[in-house]
Structure formats: C-alpha cells, structure tokens
T-cell receptor, first 110, second 114 residues
Framework: EAGVTQSPRYAVLQEGQAVSFWCDPISGHDTLYWYQQPRDQGPQLLVYFRDEAVIDNSQLPSDRFSAVRPKGTNSTLKIQSAKQGDTATYLC????????FGSGTRLTVL | QQKVQQSPESLSVPEGGMASLNCTSSDRNFQYFWWYRQHSGEGPKALMSIFSDGDKKEGRFTAHLNKASLHVSLHIRDSQPSDSALYFCAASEPLSGSFNKLTFGAGTRLAVCP
C-alpha cells in the first residue's frame, strides 16, 4: 500500500517569495492534515480537511498561507510571501484513528 | 504554555536497556493519547495509542495512562540502536471532528548506545 506522498522534498527561497507544497494522501482516506514542524519541535496543526471541506483552519496564518483540496484527494499548501519564521518542515498526514505522515517538505527561508 | 509536555528532553540508554519516556497534559479535555516516533529525515510514525486507564503492551513497547493525573508514559524494553529517534506524545479530545486533531508535545530524543 502506498503511503502519503509529498513534494518537493526540499525548498529554499528568499523572503517574500511564494512556495507551494503538494500532498497525495493514502487512497480512501477522507481526512487530510497539514502540520508545521519547526526544527527540534513537535508538529503543530495548520489546517485539516474532510473530503474537500476545511474543518479547522484556525491555526493557519490566513494572510499568507492557503490550503485547498478541490476534489477531496490531493492537497496543496501555499505560502504567498514567505518569512524567515516560516522555516520548518511541512508535513502532510491522512488517516482515521491513526495518522500516517509523509516525509515532509523541508523549507528554508533566507 | 504547551498543552502536552514531555520529559526528559533527551535520554541515553545502553543497548538492551529500558527506556522510559513521560508525558503530561495540562488540558483536561484531552482524553486520547498516542506515541509517535520520528527518525531523522522521515515523518512521524505511530507506535501505539492508549485511551483507557492502565497498561497497553505491544511487543517491546508498553504505554501506561493515568487519566486522573493526565499522565502517560512509554517504556521500551530491550532497547535497540534502531530505536534511536525522536519520540512524540500526542493527545486529542473526544469530540466529533476532533478525534484526530492531534496536539503534539515537543518530543524526547532517545539515543540507544551499542
């Protein structure tokens, strides 16, 4: 069974640039989560979906971050104007009782 | 203040030894707990969940939950070098739509020395 797939694996950009992260969850999982994991910290929930609907985006910095899951399958997380404080690994997860995480995208903002 | 607090921050045990990790929640709404493990360069992977008071054993791993004190622990017996990783405690509320909305602790870094 294929796991959660994320791309790109790494991203390096200057402050003010935009970046998108892509996630393909495990087939059949209706819930999908985006987490932000700063270096040497635990993952922190940004947003999660059930099918195509956003269930909770209260922790998403809405002025610069956006997330969509238009067909209830793949999802894209976008940062419009990156800041140095956004440097972190962005993890996607899907699942019911147990969450299955992808390997993440490691973002560095210079 | 973090709602899920883990201790110690780091731990070193000899190969074959017992590793004990602790987690305490400051939020009484949290009733369900998980332990996840993350090796370098990978995403977290679930080890086990525990929802009821008492012990739960899966192979070399034993979790213990005390809901009254909101304390959960993980014990790894016969530790192997491959157990060296970052261990996270995660918790959630028993509300519809919130079961999988996990809040993670900051983690305990375990090193198992050959």
């Amino acid at each position: 069974e294929a796991g959660v797939t994320q791309s790109p694996r790494y991203a390096v950009l200057q402050e003010g640039q935009a970046v998108s992260f892509w996630c393909d969850p495990i087939s059949g999982h209706d819930t999908l989560y985006w987490y932000q994991q700063p270096r040497d910290q635990g993952p922190q929930l940004l947003v999660y979906f059930r099918d195509e609907a956003v269930i909770d985006n209260s922790q998403l910095p809405s002025d610069r971050f956006s997330a969509v899951r238009p067909k209830g399958t793949n999802s894209t997380l976008k940062i419009q104007s990156a800041k140095q404080g956004d440097t972190a690994t962005y993890l996607c997860a899907s699942g019911a009782e147990t969450l299955y995480f992808g390997s993440g995208t490691r973002l560095t903002v210079l | 203040q973090q709602k899920v607090q883990q201790s110690p921050e780091s731990l070193s045990v000899p190969e074959g030894g017992m590793a004990s990790l602790n987690c305490t929640s400051s939020d009484r709404n949290f009733q369900y707990f998980w332990w996840y493990r993350q090796h370098s360069g990978e995403g977290p992977k679930a080890l086990m969940s525990i929802f009821s008071d008492g012990d739960k054993k899966e192979g070399r791993f034993t979790a213990h939950l005390n809901k009254a004190s909101l304390h959960v622990s993980l014990h790894i017996r016969d530790s192997q070098p491959s157990d060296s990783a970052l261990y996270f405690c995660a918790a959630s509320e028993p509300l519809s739509g919130s079961f999988n909305k996990l809040t993670f602790g900051a983690g305990t870094r375990l090193a198992v020395c050959p």
